[in-house]
């Protein structure tokens, strides 16, 4: 069992302008105190075939984490258009919300992303050169893809006091589902 349950993920400001701030209100739970913060990460993937065009928008650490319920907003920057291929802007992408202790990743959640025109013109014959401006950036929330992973959440009770890897995820370490909003 994890020492910290998401236990609620919305997306705000949704659907939005490709060029507004990402904004996530987090709800978790954590059963058993933890003496580090957690790590916060929204990763944006600018492209299916090149992770060299993902972009960490934000980075947060959070903490201190007690026992009990808590709630926070986490705002980001949009994507650098500059950053992602032309070819790469319009259409379906994902955005990966992570979290981490002490440096070990323990649930991923991926959103489909759809950037569009919020023109119909626009829709049905887009111009040779992609107008920021004019996209509309719409978060699939309906079925997130949850990935859990398996880590150790108090390393400092190992009997060597160092910190044990987390074994890599496969079908029998790793938990996928529907994340339920």
Known sequence: MSAVNVTNITVLNNPSSFLSPLKFEITYDCVNALKEDLEWKLIYVGSAEDDTYDQ???SVFVGPVN?????????ADPPDPAKIRAEDILGVTVLLLTCSYVGQEFVRIGYYVNNDYNDENLRQQPSQMV???MLQRNILTDKPRVTKFP???HPENSETGEQAAAPPPDDNTAEADGYEE
């Open 151 to 153: 880590i150790n959440f």
């Open 67 to 75: 026992v009990g319920g808590f709630r926070f907003v986490l705002q």
């Open 131 to 133: 107008k920021i401006d």
């Open 56 to 58: 960490l928008l934000e």
